[in-house]
C-alpha cells in the first residue's frame, strides 16, 4: 500500500469546497463526473476531497493562453 503525507487537515468537505472555490454542488458534480475531479465517497450524499489530489487536478486541468 502507497503512504503519502496526508492527514486530515487536508482534507474537504464538498461544502468547503464550494464556498473555496465559489461553486454550487451541481457544479462540483460535473467537474467530477465530466472532467474527473478525484474524491472520495463517504456515502452517496457525502464525499470529501484531499487538498493535494485538488491541486494536481487543478494543475493537470490548467489553461494557459500564453503561446
Known amino acids: 500500500m502507497e ?3 496526508v492527514s486530515l ?7 468547503d ?3 473555496l472555490l465559489g461553486l454550487k454542488k451541481n457544479q462540483i458534480g460535473d ?7 478525484p474524491y ?3 456515502s452517496k450524499t457525502a464525499r470529501l476531497y484531499f487538498e493535494e489530489d485538488l491541486i ?3 494543475m493537470k486541468n490548467r489553461v494557459s493562453d500564453e503561446e
Open 3 to 5: 503512504r503519502t503525507n
Open 9 to 15: 487537515q487536508n482534507v474537504l468537505t464538498e461544502n
Open 17 to 19: 469546497l464550494c464556498e
Open 31 to 37: 467537474l467530477r463526473r465530466r472532467k474527473g475531479l
Open 40 to 42: 472520495i465517497e463517504v
Open 56 to 58: 494536481n487536478f487543478f
